[in-house]
């Protein structure tokens, strides 16, 4: 079953650009995490963040937290076209922190 | 250094079959997890494994799927009597526990099983 849903389902921008992906999901988690998968990699990890935790930055990464809201965003700063990729939030819950539940899903597209 | 290794790529079955895919792991990453991704159902915890303890198979969709761990290091993932619905992309990660970075996993390229 899917607890993360991410939107939009597909982000096409121009190279330098910012790109916004939204996640929320349905039950208290102990802590989110944002994969990215395209096909010359894989599915390789982002960047985890707790659920006491509000911002999380790695390089060209911010992650946000609002568990009120149940919702991440994860922010790309000055895109390029190799960020082309599918990203994924995936949280934890209960008393699994090794259990990851994914979202559906976005689909960015950078053009150069 | 190197990262995990699924094998096979690639593996199309009739339907009835059985079949084996195998993962091998990081070295030295006590926990092991199997996923599987489908266009229709997305990304699913299938199972996981962590170090001698009894294994989390809570994510396994019938009892046709069963999986083993020999040695706390390679795992194979057994689909007995293959269904056309388990076509799929089957993903092994692993992830080392005891040390800051231990809830990031990392993941093998996947084995695209066709079943047909």
């Known amino acids: 079953s899917q607890q993360g849903e991410e939107d939009p389902q597909a982000l096409s921008i121009q190279e330098g650009e910012n790109a916004t992906m939204n996640c929320s999901y349905k039950?208290?988690?102990?802590?989110l995490q944002w994969y990215r998968q395209n096909s010359g990699r894989g599915l390789v990890h982002l960047i985890l963040?707790?659920?006491?935790?509000r911002e999380k930055h790695s390089g060209r990464l911010r992650v946000t937290l609002d568990t009120s809201k149940k919702s991440s965003s994860l922010l790309i700063t000055a895109s390029r076209a190799a960020d082309t990729a599918s990203y994924f939030c995936?949280?934890?819950?209960?008393?699994?922190?090794?259990?990851?539940?994914f979202g559906k899903g976005t689909l960015l597209t950078v053009n150069p | 250094g190197a990262g995990v290794s699924q094998s096979p790529s690639n593996k199309v079955t009739e339907k009835g079959k059985d079949v084996e895919l195998r993962c091998d792991p990081i070295?030295?990453?006590?926990?092991l997890y199997w996923y599987r991704q489908s266009l229709g159902q997305g990304l699913e915890f299938l199972i996981y494994?962590?170090?001698?303890?009894?294994?989390?198979k809570s994510g396994l969709p019938s009892d046709r799927f069963s999986a083993e761990r020999t040695g706390g290091s390679v795992s194979t993932l057994t689909i007995q009597r293959t269904q056309q619905e388990d076509s799929a992309v089957y993903l092994c990660?692993?992830?080392?526990?005891?040390?800051?970075?231990?809830?990031?996993?990392?993941f093998g390229p996947g084995t695209r099983l066709t079943v047909t």
């Open positions: 990660a692993s992830s080392s526990y005891g040390q800051g970075n231990r809830y990031e996993q990392y």
């Open positions: 963040i707790r659920s006491n935790e």
């Open positions: 070295s030295g990453h006590t926990a």
């Open positions: 494994f962590q170090g001698n303890s009894a294994p989390d």
């Open positions: 039950t208290s988690i102990n802590n």
């Open positions: 995936a949280t934890t819950s209960g008393g699994s922190n090794y259990k990851l539940t």
